[in-house]
């Protein structure tokens, strides 16, 4: 059914789609977990309250994240092209990725420190600790299993959001399905680019819920 050129490009699609998910998955927790916890610690119950600035930030992530995927892949355009100098392939695929991702990811943040106790952070401030060090010691380590949780929700969310991506010849295994399957009308090609993003999805899902279990106290416990 697939010749060898095929196969080859089904594997390099698949690989191509595993990076982006990871790097985008990364990039967008390094600018989302800040986010998140800016969005709980400055709210009006927060450790630092300031609701002009938490009406603010809250205000453009809610925008980022009404905006559907492919609508914000066409708008940033300019902007993809001034970071990575084109507005097609998988870095410009990656850029679009995170600039909706980022949004998405601030706000499971934000839900997963906000589920934490909140005696647990009063029994730290009685003991003297700052803000810093709630932060620190107190609001992330709380929040790791339901962290670990939505990082695989965030992670096949992207994984689905890169395969839209071949709309603008993103790359990995949408960009395939896209010009091989939809536009050839090869029905062959769509189904088992499908099939290989449902196994990868499954894979994120399975290796991601273990890392979840084991660093959850209360059931190490």
Not at 131 to 157: D, F, R
Not at 190 to 198: A, G, K, N
Request: proline content about 3%.
């Amino acid at each position: 059914m697939f010749d060898s050129q095929m196969i080859q490009m089904l594997v390099e699609g698949t690989i191509e789609s595993i990076y982006m998910t990871v790097v985008i998955t990364v990039i967008s927790y390094i600018i989302g977990i800040p986010l998140g916890v800016f969005l709980v610690i400055s709210d009006k119950n927060g450790i630092h309250p300031m609701s002009s600035l938490n009406w603010l930030v809250g205000g453009i992530v809610n925008i980022l994240r009404s905006v559907p995927f492919l609508i914000m892949m066409i708008t940033i355009q300019p902007l993809t092209r001034m970071i990575v100098g084109t507005t097609i392939g998988t870095r410009a695929a990656i850029v679009a990725l995170v600039v909706s991702a980022a949004p998405f990811v601030a706000r499971m943040v934000e839900q997963s420190l906000l589920e934490i106790d909140h005696g647990v952070i009063e029994a730290a401030q009685s003991m003297g600790a700052s803000n810093t060090q709630i932060i620190a010691k107190v609001l992330l380590p709380e929040s790791k299993p339901s962290l670990l949780n939505g990082a695989l929700v965030s992670a096949t969310t992207i994984l689905g959001y890169s395969a839209m991506a071949g709309f603008i010849g993103g790359g990995g295994l949408g960009d395939i399905a896209i010009r091989y399957g939809y536009n050839r009308y090869d029905t062959g090609t769509m189904l088992i680019t499908v099939v290989l993003l449902v196994i990868l999805v499954q894979i994120i899902q399975s290796v991601g819920s273990r890392i979840a279990k084991r660093s959850d106290k209360r059931i190490n416990d």
